[in-house]
């Protein structure tokens, strides 16, 4: 049982081209949307997140679009560069006892220059 | 770095054995976590701490057990390592709720089991 569904597996853009990963999940007590990015030999690290009351968020090249009703969301990264390459995760969590965030299968970006 | 360190960050151990990993913090964070990564299944969660001694299980908890004695140290345990725990194991903690506060990660633990 899979709550949270990214896609696509792997993605190749060109240089200073639009990086799209999407998400969706059917947890509706889902909360809180965090996007991280892995680096190889590295852990996670939190890139941006977005809670449900809005719809989009923008942090510099890297957008979050959050559609509530149809349980899905996803990241943008504008002008994508090869340091961009790297490994994406989207994730929610909610409010169970104790706060568990679950990723989804992750997306591997490659920048091409 | 949020100060979390995993040990060993390598591991090749044989079918059978028991194996301890350790996730060590010096932030003083209330919530520790316990994660595996494997190719098209992105991070589980296998057990959690939401404070010292108190621990629930995650999504893929069977085969491992955890201890959270002090603070800053979070242990998990293979009782009996099976081929099928071979994997990256990330340590993660955070100070507050997840809205409030991020998951910050270790740099994770390479275990082989043969």
């Known amino acids: 049982q899979q709550q949270v569904k990214q896609s696509p597996q792997s993605l190749i853009v060109q240089k200073g081209g639009i990086s799209i990963i999407n998400c969706a999940y059917e947890?509706?007590?889902?909360?809180?949307f965090p996007w991280y990015q892995q680096f190889p030999g590295k852990g996670p690290a939190l890139l941006i997140a977005?809670?449900?009351?809005?719809s989009e968020k923008k942090e510099g090249r890297f957008t979050i679009s959050f559609n509530k009703s149809a349980k899905q969301f996803s990241l943008h990264i504008m002008d994508s560069q090869p340091g961009d390459s790297a490994t994406y995760f989207c994730?929610?969590?909610?409010?169970?006892?104790?706060?568990?965030?679950?990723f989804g299968s992750g997306t591997r970006l490659l920048v091409r220059p | 770095d949020a100060g979390i360190t995993q040990s060993p960050r390598h591991k090749v151990t044989e079918t059978g054995t028991p194996v301890t990993l350790r996730c060590h913090q010096t932030?003083?964070?209330?919530?520790m976590y316990w994660y595996r990564q494997d190719p098209g299944h992105g991070l589980r969660l296998i057990h959690y701490?939401?404070?010292?001694?108190?621990?629930d299980k995650g999504e893929v908890s069977d085969g491992y057990s955890v201890s959270r004695s002090k603070t800053e140290d979070f242990l998990l345990t293979l009782e009996s390592a099976t081929s099928s725990q071979t994997s990256v194991y990330f340590c993660?903690?955070?100070?507050?709720?997840?809205?409030?506060?991020?998951?910050?990660f270790g740099n994770g633990t390479r275990l082989t089991v043969t």
């Open positions: 947890n509706t007590a889902f909360d809180y």
């Open positions: 932030e003083n964070h209330r919530y």
């Open positions: 701490s939401y404070g010292v001694k108190d621990t």
């Open positions: 977005i809670r449900p009351d809005v």
């Open positions: 994730a929610a969590s909610t409010w169970e006892g104790s706060y568990k965030l679950i």
């Open positions: 993660a903690i955070t100070s507050d709720s997840l809205g409030n506060s991020p998951l910050h």
